[in-house]
């Protein structure tokens, strides 16, 4: 579980955050959705101890979360992640990097760990891949290896900042489904979106956020109202169908 607690951020004395009080229960599928400089990256970047915490308390598994991530990993995939294609290393070389934690400075990785970047390339459906040297991937296939990184540590939670922007329109689904998948194995999944189409019908928590939160748990259901009030206009929302 995540528990967010009296958050507030500034930057230069601007609030870009406030009051933000949040509970996310294991095993959700949520997005956190909102307009552009809405604060969603920077809460995310909290959760992951990127940014250092202002005011307010964030808890992990009821352990303060800095403490918390010194002894966990995190599975993350950042926005938009810069690469150099010409760089001399292939797809398995990019998910291995997930376990760089675990491996003394100038050590090999071991076979078991080997091992296991294959079987996170399996799950993410890119194991055709493994031996393809990274400037020769698609959009839609480096995301799925940088999913795999982002698996490869065994963390049961796993957070994504727009991951549909590096995927064509046709993989979005596709990549949302996969998501699914790792969600209903028991990670808990926290994704900041754009596609509020999309996530409507994957995600079972969305969180409204512009600056404050409009919803704060899974009981407040997102309403044309609710979405409103997040985005400054009116949004239609198509039923999921289920």
């Known amino acids: 579980m995540i528990r967010i607690e009296d958050l507030n951020y500034y930057i230069a004395g601007n609030p870009i955050l406030e009051d ?18 809405a604060g969603k990256s920077t809460l995310i970047k909290l959760i992951l101890g990127l940014l250092p915490l202002q005011d307010g308390k964030i808890w992990i598994d009821d352990i303060p979360h800095l403490e918390w991530l010194s002894a966990h990993p995190m599975g993350y995939l950042p926005q938009r992640e810069e ?31 080997r091992e296991r970047g294959i079987e996170a390339m399996h799950t993410t459906g890119c194991i055709d891949q493994a031996f393809k040297p990274i400037g020769g991937l698609s959009g839609g296939e480096m995301q799925r290896v940088l999913l795999a990184r982002a698996i490869v540590g065994g963390s049961k939670y ?62 407040e259901m997102v309403n044309a109202e609710l979405i409103q009030k997040t985005f400054g206009k009116a949004v239609r929302l198509i039923d999921k169908g289920y």
């Open 20 to 37: 933000i009080q949040l509970e996310i229960t294991d095993q959700e599928f949520v997005a956190i959705i909102g307009p552009n400089g």
């Open 83 to 113: 690469y150099d294609r010409r760089f001399p290393a292939n797809a398995l070389d990019i998910v291995m990097l997930g376990l760089a934690a675990e491996t003394k400075l100038g050590r090999s990785f071991t076979s078991q760990q």
């Open 158 to 219: 796993l957070i994504l900042d727009e991951p549909e922007s590096s995927v064509d329109q046709p993989g979005v689904q596709d990549f949302f489904a996969l998501l699914k998948e790792l969600n209903m194995q028991g990670r808990t999944i926290i994704t900041v979106s754009h596609d509020l189409h999309t996530v409507s019908a994957y995600c079972n928590f969305i969180v409204c956020l512009n600056r404050r939160l409009h919803c704060h748990n899974q009981a």
